[in-house]
C-alpha cells in the first residue's frame, strides 16, 4: 500500500499559513508528498525545500488572476495535486491544516483495513476549527465539522467547489458543467487541527483580503476592506475553550503568537435562526441541517 498526500500553497509566509508544520504533520504516514507551490515572492518555496525530505515532490504552478470565480482557482490547485499522486490513497492537507501525531496510527489502521474494499471511497476527518488564538475553537454550524480528506486515487475524483472537499464526476475534464457524485466514505475519529482563523490581526486581514479577491473582482476587495480596516476577530456566533494537546509540529508556530484574542460571548451576531438551533443542539447534543458532501458508510 502507498501512501500519497498532497497539498498547495501560495505565499504562505507572507499570510501566515502554517504550511511547513502541515506537511511535516502527515510525512510519517507518507511514501510521497505533492506539494504544489503556486507562483509566490516570499520564499515558500525555499521553506518547502529546506525541509529536506526526499519524499516530498515540488510541482509548480503559475495563477490565472483572471479566475475570480467562486473561489475555484483553490479547486484547480487541489486537482493539479491530485493529477500527481501516485499511491492508492491520496491524503490531501490544506496549508492551514496539521494532523494529530496521535492520530497517526489510526489512520493508517484504516487506510490498511479499506484497501481492498472498493465501495470506501474515502475517509471523513473531525475539525477542530480554531477561531481568534489556540485557544478557543469553533463548534457551530458556522464551520464544517467533518471534511473528506482521504480518497482513492481515482482519476474521477476532484476537488469539489473552493477546495472543500471532494466529489466523483462522470467527466473530471468537464467538472464545472457537472454536479458529481458524493463519495461514499467511512468516519474516523482522526482529528483535523484548521489555523484558518488564528494569525496576528494585521496578517489576517491581508490573508482575507486574498482570499475574497478569488471570489469577486478587485472592487469587491475594495469594499471588503472599506468595511474592516481591522480585522478584530468579532465574526462568531459562539466557541468553546480547547483544553487538550495541539500537534507537536505547531509547538513553536504557537509560541510565537504576538497578540491578545478577548472572547466575549455577549458580543456574538447570532441570528435568531441560530439561536433556535443552538438551543435545539444544547437539548439534543446535535446539530440539525448540516450540510454534508459526502455519504457515510455503515462497516
Not at 480585522?231 to 509560541?255: C, Q, T, W
Not at 435545539?280 to 462497516?299: A, D
Request: net charge neutral; hydrophobic share 35%.
Amino acid at each position: 500500500m502507498k501512501i500519497t498526500a498532497h497539498s498547495y500553497v501560495r505565499n504562505g509566509i507572507t499570510y501566515g499559513y502554517p504550511f511547513v508544520e502541515s506537511i511535516r504533520s502527515v510525512l510519517p504516514l507518507c511514501d510521497e508528498f505533492v506539494a504544489v507551490v503556486g507562483d509566490s515572492h516570499d520564499g515558500t518555496r525555499k521553506a518547502l525545500e529546506a525541509i529536506g525530505d526526499c519524499r516530498i515532490k515540488i510541482v509548480d504552478t503559475v495563477w490565472d488572476e483572471q479566475i475570480r470565480t467562486a473561489g475555484r482557482i483553490f479547486a484547480l490547485q487541489a486537482n493539479t495535486g491530485l493529477d500527481h499522486v501516485s499511491g492508492d490513497w491520496a491524503f490531501h492537507i490544506q496549508a492551514d491544516e496539521v494532523l494529530h501525531e496521535e492520530d497517526l496510527p489510526l489512520v493508517k489502521e484504516a487506510l490498511e483495513k479499506y484497501r481492498d474494499d472498493e465501495e470506501v471511497e474515502g475517509f471523513l476527518f473531525r475539525f477542530l476549527n480554531f477561531f481568534g488564538d489556540y485557544t478557543h475553537y469553533g463548534p457551530s454550524r458556522r464551520f464544517h465539522q467533518h471534511e473528506i480528506r482521504i480518497t482513492r486515487n481515482d482519476p474521477h475524483v476532484r476537488s469539489y467547489r473552493d477546495s472543500q472537499g471532494f466529489r466523483i464526476f462522470q467527466h473530471p475534464e468537464r467538472q464545472w458543467e457537472e454536479k458529481g457524485r458524493k463519495l461514499r466514505v467511512i468516519p474516523l475519529e482522526a482529528r483535523i487541527f484548521h489555523y484558518s482563523h488564528v494569525k496576528n490581526p494585521v496578517m489576517q486581514l491581508k490573508k482575507r483580503a486574498a482570499f475574497v479577491s478569488r471570489y469577486g473582482p478587485d472592487e469587491v476587495v475594495q469594499q471588503y476592506l472599506k468595511e474592516n480596516e481591522g480585522f478584530n476577530y468579532r465574526d462568531y456566533d459562539y466557541l468553546k475553550v480547547f483544553r487538550g494537546s495541539h500537534p507537536a509540529a505547531m509547538k513553536e508556530f504557537i509560541a510565537a503568537q504576538d497578540w491578545q484574542f478577548d472572547y466575549d460571548p455577549s458580543r456574538n451576531d447570532m441570528s435568531p435562526k441560530e439561536k433556535i438551533m443552538r438551543l435545539l443542539e444544547r437539548l439534543t447534543g446535535r446539530q440539525f441541517f448540516i450540510y454534508k458532501n459526502y455519504k457515510i458508510l455503515k462497516k
